[in-house]
Nanobody, 118 residues
Framework: VQLQASGGGLVQAGGSLRLSCAAS????????MGWYRQPPGKEREMVAT???????NYADSVKGRFTASRDSAKNAVYLQMNSLKPEDTAVYYC?????????????WGQGTQVTVSS
């Protein structure tokens, strides 16, 4: 199972970016997908997660600014980021809960850099 993320880059504060992540490989289904981020010098933190029931949870710091969405037909998850702030600067990772051989395991993408300048 592999995740391929794209869409990171450099943007000014107040701007927008859209991240995309698609899963491929041998899995029965994806029970959940989401996004985490790791700011410079800090630990990885949850940004947004979606379950199979299309329930989405957001970190308080991004509520009202970020929107996560899934396309189950494409095994993809997206993160629309608006009103970006310098503190949103981080490496963003997509994650999927892949069901393989009856077992569920977490699979991480390679990370994509988002830099917000002030």
């Amino acid at each position: 199972v592999q995740l391929q993320a794209s869409g990171g880059g450099l943007v000014q504060a107040g701007g927008s970016l859209r991240l995309s992540c698609a899963a491929s490989g041998g899995f029965s289904r994806l029970s959940g997908m989401g996004w985490y981020r790791q700011p410079p010098g800090k630990e990885r933190e949850m940004v947004a997660t979606t379950t199979g029931a299309d329930t989405t949870n957001y970190a308080d710091s991004v509520k009202g600014r970020f929107t996560a969405s899934r396309d189950s037909a494409k095994n993809a998850v997206y993160l629309q980021m608006n009103s970006l702030k310098p503190e949103d600067t981080a490496v963003y990772y997509c994650v999927a809960l892949a069901v393989v051989g009856g077992q569920t395991r977490a699979v991480w993408g390679q990370g994509t850099q988002v830099t917000v300048s002030s």
